[in-house]
């Protein structure tokens, strides 16, 4: 294997696409304080109140291991709540304050331009690659360390 060859491999494209991804992220959220992550993570809850941090980890494919620091930080913040059923203490529910949906609502332009700036080197027919890495990834989802069980 050459160099050449390390940048025409899926996994390094993939990875480049993905560092390009959050830099694009960062530079539209700039004062938002806010990761790409940690965004979905705040559409979930938004989406889903009440659901569990188990589930929120399947919904958003997050790494368990690092989920409940981002929650700790997001309820610092008070981007989010947690809060234990009577009926099972072993369970933290996720809930959006104002602060998390005044959040998403402020920035939907900023998450619009992420994604039309990622595509924009592309013309429309280039475009439609992404059903083919979605369904590469749809394919593959269960090789991921934290796969995606999409919310239905």
């Not at 998450?111 to 924009?120: G, K, P, S």
């Amino acid at each position: 294997m050459t160099l050449e060859d390390v940048y025409a491999a899926p996994g390094h494209l993939i990875r480049r696409a993905q560092q390009i991804a959050v830099a694009v992220f960062h530079e539209e959220f700039e004062g938002w304080d806010v990761t790409p992550v940690q965004y979905a993570a705040l559409i979930a809850i938004r989406d889903r109140p009440g659901m569990d941090q188990r589930t929120l980890v399947k919904f958003v494919a997050i790494d368990r291991s690092t989920v409940g620091t981002m929650l700790k930080g997001l309820e610092g913040r008070r981007l989010i709540s947690r809060a234990t059923p009577k009926n099972d203490q072993r369970t933290k529910q996720l809930f959006i304050r104002p602060e998390g949906a005044r959040l998403l609502d402020e920035t939907r332009e900023n998450i619009a331009r992420v994604q039309e700036r990622i595509l924009a080197p592309l013309g429309k027919e280039q475009r439609a690659f992404m059903q083919s890495l979605a369904k590469l990834v749809q394919l593959n989802n269960d090789l991921s360390r934290a796969p995606l069980r999409a919310a239905k």
